[in-house]
T-cell receptor
């Protein structure tokens, strides 16, 4: 069965600092991986996805993520955080063939000025 | 395009009352989903519909029923609400094309439900 672990429930970073949010997955075959962002009171918006190919994927809003098969990780990064990045971030995994995703518990990002 | 819409945005129920949450998408997607979001637990799948005419249980289906009314609409019904069903409910849709490959999901704005 698939599972996703986001080890950090809360993270606080200063505006302008770099950010890395961790995601570890458990899946026996090739995973398809997603990062979503949820602003307060809103639905989830896709930031980026990894299906195959280049292990470093670029997303919207200046985010990127790197797939590391050896570490079963898909960490999300941003070089310089803006106050508007404060939100909750979810990592999700799905099989290559199928129509269900499994979501992690989320990481709440706080940005201090 | 409105994307995925949900009604109502907020609802307060008393224990034992029933209600239906409505969801519609205008992206001609095949698959639709209902999730609940609780603090520290992420999103948990309640029910999903892979295509028009089919529905299947997800991780936490007890206490809920669904109807895929047509390709656009997927409703979630609580027959006898309980305080444990206090949550934020999200509807999502996905293209899920003929290839069968997994695809991203598009989410509605959510319904915040409180059961007292």
């Amino acid at each position: 069965a698939q599972s996703v672990t986001q080890p950090d429930i809360h993270i606080t970073v200063s505006e302008g600092a770099s950010l890395e949010l961790r995601c570890n997955y458990s899946y026996g075959a090739t995973p398809y991986l997603f990062w979503y962002v949820q602003s307060p009171g809103q639905g989830l918006q896709l930031l980026l996805k990894y299906f195959s190919g280049d292990t470093l994927v670029q997303g919207i809003k200046g985010f990127e993520a790197e797939f590391k098969r050896s570490q079963s990780s898909f960490n999300l990064r941003k070089p310089s955080v803006h106050w508007s990045d404060a939100a909750e971030y979810f990592c999700a995994v799905g099989p290559e063939y199928g129509n269900k995703l499994v979501f992690g518990a989320g990481t709440i990002l706080r940005v201090k000025s | 395009n409105a994307g995925v819409t949900q009604t109502p945005k907020f609802q307060v129920l008393k224990t034992g009352q029933s209600m239906t949450l409505q969801c519609a998408q205008d992206m001609n997607h095949n698959s639709m989903y209902w999730y609940r979001q609780d603090p520290g637990m992420g999103l948990r799948l309640i029910y999903y519909s892979a295509s028009e005419g089919t529905t299947d249980k997800g991780e936490v289906p007890n206490g809920y029923n669904v109807s895929r009314l047509n390709k656009r609409e997927f409703s979630l019904r609580l027959e006898s609400a309980a305080p444990s069903q206090t949550s934020v409910y999200f509807c999502a849709s996905s293209p899920y094309r003929m290839t069968g490959k997994v695809d991203e999901q598009y989410f509605g704005p959510g319904t915040r439900l409180t059961v007292t």
